[in-house]
T-cell receptor
Framework: DAGVIQSPRHEVTEMGQEVTLRCKPI?????LFWYRQTMMRGLELLIYFNNNVPIDDSGMPEDRFSAKMPNASFSTLKIQPSEPRDSAVYFC????????????FGPGTRLLVL | AQTVTQSQPEMSVQEAETVTLSCTYDTSENNYYLFWYKQPPSRQMILVIRQEAYKQQNATENRFSVNFQKAAKSFSLKISDSQLGDTAMYFC????????????????FGQGTILTVHP
């Protein structure tokens, strides 16, 4: 069974540009999480969805960040406009509420904003 | 709010030896899970081991085991017979499981411990 899939794996962009990160959760999982990892702040939960509905977006740093989950197999995290301080590794994770309480992580997207 | 503390920024061990990584947490929740994740240089987050708080028996997964002390809110990871492939950053994480609670399903991570296994 395929794990969580994220694309792109690496993204380099210039300040002010729009960035879209994509995630495909494990089939059948009903929870999806977006995390950001930086040296300064470690791993932070940005937002999570349950059955495609955003449940908690209190970790989203500011209005420049938005996330959507139009269906059970796809989610996006968008940054517009991007800033150098957004440079980080962004992880997507998914979990099945009826199974063991474990989140499975994707490989991450390394974002560099110049 | 939950906090997870890993007091050892870096650890090193010789191949085939045993090493223990420390983790403490603070919470008012009664029901929760604790996890250790491994992040090798590839940056992939890999689950190492999981412990349910209601279970008194310590979890084990091959060479990995935990020492879970609920009253002390301590959750250490022991790696036996260390291998070069164990070199990675290790994260301790906490997740409350009280359905309906505001923190339900949210993972809180510690700062991580960089483990280096030397040949």
């Amino acid at each position: 069974d395929a794990g969580v899939i994220q694309s792109p794996r690496h993204e380099v962009t210039e300040m002010g540009q729009e960035v879209t990160l994509r995630c495909k959760p494990i089939s059948g999982h009903d929870y999806l999480f977006w995390y950001r990892q930086t040296m300064m702040r470690g791993l932070e939960l940005l937002i999570y969805f349950n059955n495609n509905v955003p449940i908690d977006d209190s970790g989203m740093p500011e209005d420049r960040f938005s996330a959507k989950m139009p269906n059970a197999s796809f989610s996006t995290l968008k940054i517009q406009p991007s800033e150098p301080r957004d440079s980080a590794v962004y992880f997507c994770a998914s979990r099945w509420s009826e199974g063991v309480e474990t989140q499975y992580f994707g490989p991450g997207t390394r974002l560099l904003v110049l | 709010a939950q906090t997870v503390t890993q007091s050892q920024p870096e650890m090193s061990v010789q191949e085939a030896e045993t090493v223990t990584l420390s983790c403490t947490y603070d919470t008012s929740e009664n029901n929760y899970y604790l996890f250790w994740y491994k992040q090798p240089p590839s940056r992939q987050m890999i689950l190492v081991i999981r412990q349910e708080a209601y279970k008194q028996q310590n979890a084990t997964e091959n060479r990995f085991s935990v020492n879970f002390q609920k009253a002390a809110k301590s959750f250490s990871l022991k790696i036996s017979d260390s291998q070069l492939g164990d070199t990675a950053m290790y994260f301790c994480a906490f997740m409350p499981t009280n359905a309906g609670g505001t923190s339900y399903g949210k993972l809180t991570f510690g700062q991580g411990t960089i483990l280096t296994v030397h040949p």
